[in-house]
């Protein structure tokens, strides 16, 4: 490692070990659970190849792209769990405020009022984000836990979303098939080319962000992880980018009534995913808020000496669970292709598993976004593979909550294990 | 009135300027001076006319038994508590600290015992929380771990094998140095560290110590709350007791012995050490 003379001093700090101990320590790293990913992903291979043995539709293309679409709702409500979770709150009414999101959406753009769609689906934000904010100030200010604010919610707002959606005269449902966007959201693809540029371009930028820092480090003398890693790194992602690709570009169409139907490309709602993915991620790790949110986790006292205001990023948790929320419940309701009075009460639950089962800490201070997307992914592998086996519901909530309990195990032994190590 | 080593006024409020009544500061600059601090709560008084200088480049030892006010005069000084009455004097001007931003802003910086980082982020992430450095709005990551690198590297923390692991992983001893650090790079002029060195061993001990003599040194006014004699003979430049309330002794540390700090600390008066002046009580 090359450096300049005055920075060589200052790097002295840091022994030089030797490639491949450094390879070595990072794999140590990931099995401490820091970033488990190592058992999240035997944990994946286990499931599908269950799943594939059991029945040989699961790794067709039809079904991974119908698997992906379920995944996105669950990602997305685990993103929305872990702006909370990281300070160490919880969200427990995310599942009915989304749908009530979504209900706005459906209402305002049907009927009586037939509002633009970017006004209906700006609308059914605001109203989930409010709603985080109404929960983030009766939290702070009352000083209660949230996980009391948000289980009241989880009922007053169930309340709210019958009495909105009953009030509409329609029986209990409201589809949204006459509002073409939020309807395209997930039953649309775009083209084939699009999306090998769509996720192309995801690959490269991703790629670029791993690159870019480690030539910015090289040159400032500091050290740098050893290429191999992130050269796996990358090849993962184009690996995975590659199947991706030819997933989606797999023409999933059936012969139907005599003639052919082509369906091909990538569902929008997966752009929804990865633009949610990247746009928390660079959040959470290149603004000072962000770095905020871990630090009150962490120690809310130490921030509140250190000059943060805990109470206002408390908020803005808050706020942006609220929004999260909101976009969930607009490819939910697209999914289920409008409203009803009558809503799924697990999807909470799969909200905190997702985030869970990813890597995200109940205890606060530690997670990413990224977590919500494998989380969500295991969550949704669950659900369609069983949903495949015609496996009665009783036993996909249970082996959900199994999974469920592994992950939490995992997590507070990882946070005994820090502590034991001090 | 007592007046061994030098006195200071119990209950009567001080009669002519305090500073004449400390006369082993005037050697070097006085940074900071607190002139007949008091503070209530409510029926509570915890200091009484408290009066203190704190010379620029020394270590003032403020020693005392649990309940003296100890902690309650470095929040009055840190901006935590408004004082009920009295002044405080920074570099000869009177100042009003009303917040541990508008304390920092002056130079203050103060190390808590317990309760000063985040376990989950790494040591470069503690040093600069609240102060995180940005380019184009983003965190800029590499100008602030060589930043943390070098004022690690210039305070002599060698242990700290990587500046980008958790703190978490650190030793009481490494902790309690990255903490001393994150308080002196920014410009400090004034460290307060409240019993830095309780909960650690002996090696670890050492190196705080260490680490403190290095602020002193780099001219630095460093006030330090131990109640550890040993420790405080080690590293004191000047010692402060406080006894109810009331600061009862101050002066340099070769005023004391161990056997007078003890008879200061605990009857607020002594007739021995190597002081041979007896109070006049
Ligand atoms: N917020 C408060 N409200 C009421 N009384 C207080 C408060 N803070 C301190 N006191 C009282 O002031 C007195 C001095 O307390 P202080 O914490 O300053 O003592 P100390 O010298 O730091 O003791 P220790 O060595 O145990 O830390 C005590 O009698 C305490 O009960
Ligand atoms: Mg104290």
């Given at each position: 490692m090359s450096s300049s003379p005055e920075i060589n001093d200052v790097d002295s700090l840091v022994p030089h070990e030797s490639p491949w101990q450094e390879v070595w320590a990072q794999l140590k790293g990931l099995r401490r659970g820091d970033s488990g990913m190592v058992p999240i992903v035997i944990g994946i291979v286990v499931l599908v190849a269950y799943f594939q043995i059991r029945?040989?539709?699961?790794?067709?293309a039809g079904n991974l792209v119908n698997l992906f679409v379920q995944a996105t709702t669950f990602v997305l409500l685990g993103m929305a769990e872990i702006w909370l979770l990281l300070l160490g709150d919880i969200d427990l009414s995310v599942g009915y405020v989304s749908v009530l999101g979504g209900a706005t959406a459906v209402i305002l753009g049907d009927g009586q009022f037939h509002w633009p769609w970017f006004l209906t689906v700006l609308m059914a934000i605001l109203v989930t984000t409010a709603i985080g904010a109404l929960h983030g100030a009766i939290t702070i200010l009352l000083r209660v836990p949230s996980f009391i604010v948000t289980l009241a919610g989880l009922l007053a707002w169930e309340g709210v979303l019958i009495y909105v959606v009953d009030a509409q005269g329609t029986g209990g449902t409201i589809s949204d098939s006459s509002e073409k966007v939020l309807y395209d959201l997930v039953n649309t693809n775009m083209s084939t080319l699009w999306t090998i540029i769509v996720l192309a371009a995801s690959v490269i930028a991703s790629s670029l962000v791993l690159l870019l820092r480690d030539r910015a480090r090289r040159r400032n003398g500091l050290t740098v992880l050893p290429f191999v890693i992130t050269g796996l790194k990358i090849a993962a992602m184009v690996i995975a980018g590659g199947i991706l690709v030819s997933i989606f570009n797999t023409n999933r169409g059936v012969t139907f009534a005599g003639h052919q139907v082509t369906l091909e490309g990538m569902p929008w709602a997966i752009l929804v995913d990865i633009v949610m993915l990247a746009g928390g991620t660079a959040f959470l790790s290149r603004t000072k808020a962000g770095r905020y949110l871990y630090a009150i986790g962490g120690n809310a006292e130490a921030a509140r000496r250190a000059g943060v205001s805990v109470n206002r990023h408390r908020l803005l948790a808050f706020m942006l669970t609220g929004f999260t929320t909101g976009i969930a419940g607009l490819l939910y309701i697209s999914r289920q292709g409008g409203v009803s009075d009558?809503?799924?009460?697990t999807l909470v639950l799969y909200a905190v598993a997702a985030a869970v089962i990813g890597g995200?800490?109940?205890?606060?201070g530690r997670g990413k976004i990224i977590h919500a997307l494998i989380g969500g992914l295991i969550v949704a592998i669950i659900y369609n593979g069983m949903g495949l086996l015609s496996i009665t519901a009783s036993a996909e909530y249970i082996a959900i909550a199994v999974v469920l309990l592994a992950a939490v195990t995992v997590d507070s032994l990882a946070r005994r294990g820090s502590e034991v190590s001090r | 009135m007592t007046n061994a080593p030098e006195s200071s006024s119990t209950s009567l409020p001080v009669v002519g300027?305090?500073?004449?009544?400390?006369?082993?500061?005037?050697s070097s600059s006085v940074l900071l001076e607190l002139r007949g601090i008091t503070k209530s709560f409510g029926a509570v008084q915890?200091?009484?006319h408290v009066d203190l200088e704190v010379p620029a480049g020394q270590v003032t030892a403020l020693i005392g038994d649990n309940g003296a006010g100890k902690s309650t005069l470095i929040k009055a000084i840190a901006g935590i508590y408004a004082p009920t009455s009295g002044q405080i004097l920074w570099n000869g001007e009177e100042v009003h600290v009303h917040s541990p931003r508008e304390a920092e802003q002056l130079g203050i910086a103060t190390v808590y015992q317990?309760?000063?980082?985040?376990?989950?982020?790494d040591v470069v992430q503690n040093m600069f929380l609240g102060h995180e450095e940005t380019r184009y709005h983003q965190l800029d990551e590499i100008s602030m771990e060589l930043a943390a690198k070098k004022v690690l590297a210039d305070l002599s923390v060698?242990?700290?094998?990587?500046?980008?692991?958790?703190?978490?992983?650190?030793?009481g001893g490494q902790r309690q140095s990255i903490a001393v650090a994150k308080a002196v790079m920014?410009?400090?002029?004034l460290v307060i560290l409240d019993?830095?060195?309780?909960?650690?061993?002996v090696s670890q001990t050492a190196q705080v110590l260490g680490l403190i003599h290095t602020l002193a040194s780099r001219g630095i006014a460093v006030l330090l709350i131990s109640h550890n004699l040993a420790d405080v003979f080690v590293v004191a430049d000047r010692v402060a007791v406080m006894y109810l309330g009331n600061l009862v002794s101050s002066g340099p540390?070769?005023?004391?012995d161990t056997a007078s700090a003890v008879d200061w600390i605990t009857t607020g008066a002594s007739t021995r050490g190597a002081s041979t002046m007896a109070p006049a009580s």
């Open positions: 029945n040989s539709l699961f790794l067709s009558n809503v799924d009460s995200t800490s109940l205890f606060g | 300027p305090p500073a004449h009544l400390d006369s082993g500061v005037s915890a200091l009484k317990d309760l000063a980082l985040c376990d989950n982020l060698t242990t700290v094998k990587s500046v980008r692991q958790k703190v978490a992983s650190l030793s920014r410009d400090s002029k019993e830095p060195t309780a909960a650690l061993g540390i070769s005023d004391y």
